[in-house]
């Protein structure tokens, strides 16, 4: 939503400033222009990428507008996720763990997450790692680096819609510069008419610079620019269940490993340990609603502590 109001904000200060010079609103509304740096821009866009690209890109703009789904609130689910699968596989063993992983969609553990389950790279991408932990024939290093591999590929595999609208981006200028000389080229055909009518040519012609150069830098290139954020997190966050997964492939405790996912959370959206324990544990925080305070007093009805004097008599 903040990008539709960046956007909005660069288009009104432009034809505001615009305005406030004096100058003529309807001199900027030249169709034909717009036409060629537009119509050159999305041709140039089909031109250099395949069609499943192209569908890629225009279903990452719905991410532009909803904003990323990664939120405190989010990481703090996958914490409790990851603690609950590694909770059940030390209870149960890994066999039956194994059971869970061939069929995620059935299992008990990963159907208390839909939010999750319903991303199905995330969903496999745990699967995959798990089930080659379960193998037990990969060293935890190799593991590793298998993993890491497994994120980096798909860290750019997420990015071709970045570089696809960064091409196109870079484009547009040119485009604008091509539309200037085509109005140029008319303008000098109409030598020897009205001057207003010459005036009115070369207006159009810069128009389609201006076009060019505004459609680039102000909302091309902000898009790709946020879009690129978004994959960056998204990445980030395949970086924490990484460092999750590869905890407890060591065979470190579960709380242990889910602490060293909790260390790969960026700053702004890391929870802190004693929210993670709450929420992996299934209680409420000290100090929430519903929940005493530390050092409150105890509930009538309570047994009074353990070790507790008796009040003073009267």
Request: with cysteine.
């Amino acid at each position: 939503m903040f990008a539709i109001i960046g956007i909005l904000i660069v288009f009104g200060s432009v034809i505001g400033g615009f305005l406030m010079e004096k100058g003529k609103l309807p001199v900027l509304a030249q169709p034909a222009e717009l036409i060629i740096v537009g119509g050159a821009a999305l041709g140039t866009l089909l031109a250099a990428n395949p069609l499943p690209l192209i569908i890629k890109i225009f279903k990452s703009m719905t991410s532009i507008v909803g904003g990323s789904r990664l939120t405190s609130a989010f990481y703090l689910e996958s914490l409790k996720m990851l603690s609950d699968i590694f909770q059940f596989a030390r209870k149960s063993g890994m066999a039956k763990l194994e059971e869970d992983i061939e069929n995620p969609e059935k299992s008990a553990v990963f159907s208390k997450y839909p939010k999750l389950v319903k991303d199905h790279h995330v969903l496999y991408f745990i699967c995959d790692t798990l089930r080659t932990a379960v193998a037990g024939v990969v060293a935890p290093h190799d593991l590793d680096a298998l993993v890491e591999a497994d994120i980096e590929i798909h860290h750019h595999a997420s990015s071709a819609p970045v570089r696809a609208l960064t091409t196109v981006a870079d484009a547009l200028p040119g485009l604008g510069i091509v539309a200037a000389v085509l109005g140029i080229v008319i303008t000098m055909g109409a030598l020897g008419g009205p001057p207003d009518q010459i005036g009115e040519k070369v207006a159009a012609a810069l128009v389609g610079t201006f076009l060019g150069i505004l459609l680039s830098y102000g909302m091309v290139g902000p898009l790709a620019a946020n879009l690129d954020k978004i994959i960056e997190a998204d990445s980030q966050y395949y970086q924490m269940l990484r460092a999750g997964l590869m905890a407890f492939a060591k065979g470190m405790a579960p709380m242990i490993s889910v602490e060293f996912a909790r260390r790969a959370i960026p700053h702004d959206m890391r929870p802190t340990f004693a929210e993670m324990e709450a929420t992996c544990k299934g209680r409420p925080l000290a100090g929430a609603k519903g929940a005493p305070a530390a050092g409150a007093p105890a509930s009538k009805g309570a047994p009074p502590p353990k070790g507790a004097t008796a009040s003073k008599a009267a």
